[in-house]
């Protein structure tokens, strides 16, 4: 069944993940509607009830006003005070008071409705978005991806409100247009019936190229911003090499490109606003027209000409209004589409129905039979097996490409395999749910994620509810503590964008304390000390240690005096193990490590 709530503090946090996503609606306004009724169903219906009462009230208007013209000119009202005069007087006054009243009660309604779609929508579309593979982030530029989000949800809101508003304004007031009117003058009436479904069918119809325009623009933003991201991002790679002017043309040609669709978009837009207006005001000319040659001729006293010009007044400004109006709607749902397109589409990697997490305790691997090949047919590995015992330490070696960080991924389900099957502790991890895989899973790389914030927030980003001794210990037992008691806010001392406040040997010591506070069993090093000087590599080797204690550990390194003591090294090469033993057995091999070894001693590093 399907249900958008996002997963928020009231929600299970893994509730999302039981969407099935065969039965979320693909078309964006079909998704919009069922949202809308999954979660905003009585405001939804309440915020129509206030448009209808609105338009109904107004409408009755010209009617009063009709009466009270007719009874002026027949002069058939008997001293000041008169009821013929006054009472319609008073209708119309109450008619335009509680119209304003709907009104206003509507926009309260879409106070308390707008912001919380808005805020549902992104937090929606980003549970799905987090959820993708890195295939899919390595593929999409991170600034166009958000935003897409951003867009979607003030997109939302947008629709939400022209379709509870204007569309059902407009239909409303046809209804009661033709109804009010095809009781005295049924020829009248014919023409507002045949002429309106024309002009909102040909509206809709220049629309459809508006909305193409709308989604070619809106894509053409989402280019440029990630372009400006990105190098925004890698702000001192391109001072580096010394590339401003270089990069400034590349934005130049990327805002180039929003510029022409804006263009192409906007100079439409007034072409079709002034072929609509002028369409608009051809038939209020000939609605007027024909109710003042029908008055002319006496089929309509002055009352019922007031009352049809002051209709037609109403009608047409309605009309007009959801005419000009549904630019911006198809618009806004091209943007829309844009960002489902972008974000909602199908995951990668699934967790099969029913899936149970996994009881990873002891953090033993098993990897049986795996195969597995690129999505461009490269073939990376073909049945291979290995076993790691509970608490082995492993190291892979071996050159780019021979299938090293690929294994990583297959160990953590970031990639999926053609067959054979991964085992942690005994249990596939194909059939368990991923999130108990990661959380089975600590690692740190060359270059550890960091977030913009504060220190403590990073380190218990492993255990939200760590306390603040679990926090200051494991930052002890790292290292960290040093450096973090000299800076002025401590633990709350800001980090910078993925980090940049800190040093790298810093940023390592915040990730292995981070990995130490998850207490995962297993623990994989990519790379953990290769940029790292000799001083700073003893102290985070010193806290790796700590960490290694009573765990699965698999490293990659390059610098194989980083791993010469681990209890077991695979040298790797096109997908196979070639050699497998202690540092020792592999030099009294002499084979490739050894080969390897001898080159980096000399001082010449593969």
Known sequence: MFDPRPPFADLPQTHYRNLNYARIPKAPLAFLAKFLWTRFRWRVIAAVLCTLGGIGLMSLEPIFLGRLVEA?????YQGLWSPVVWLPFWLVTGAWVASAMFNRLGEIVDLQTSPQLREEIQVYLFSWLIDHSPDYFHSNFAGRLATKIKQAGSSSITILNLVTNDIVRVIASVVISVLIIGVDHLGLAIMVMVWTPVYIGFSLLLAKRRKALSKEFQDQVSASTGVLVDLVTNADLVKSFANSNKESCNVA?????????????RWFATAMN??????MQLFQIALIGATLYMTMRGQMVVGDTVK???LSVLLMNNIWGAASRMLELLEHVGQFTSALDSVLVPHAITDVPNAKPLAATRGAIEIDGLSFAHTDGKVVFHALSLSIPHAQKVALVGPSGSGKSTLIKLLRRHHQPQSGRVLI?????SLVTQVSVNKA??????????FHRSIRENIRYAKDDASAAEIVQAAKNAHAEEFISERPKGYDALVGEQGIQLSGGERQRVAIARALLKDAPILILDEATASLDSETEHYIHDALWRLFEGRTVIAIAHRLSTISHMDRILFLDSGQILEDGTHAELLEMNGRYAQLWRRQVDGFVE
Request: charged share 25%.
């Open 274 to 279: 002034l072929v609509l207006y002028t369409g």
């Open 72 to 76: 002026l000119r027949l002069n058939s």
């Open 441 to 450: 899973i600590a690692e740190i790389s060359q270059q550890p994620g960091l």
């Open 253 to 265: 040609q990327a805002v180039k490109k929003e510029r022409v669709a804006s263009k192409r978009l």
């Open 425 to 429: 502790d005994g249990q596939d991890i």
């Open 308 to 310: 049809m010009v002051s």
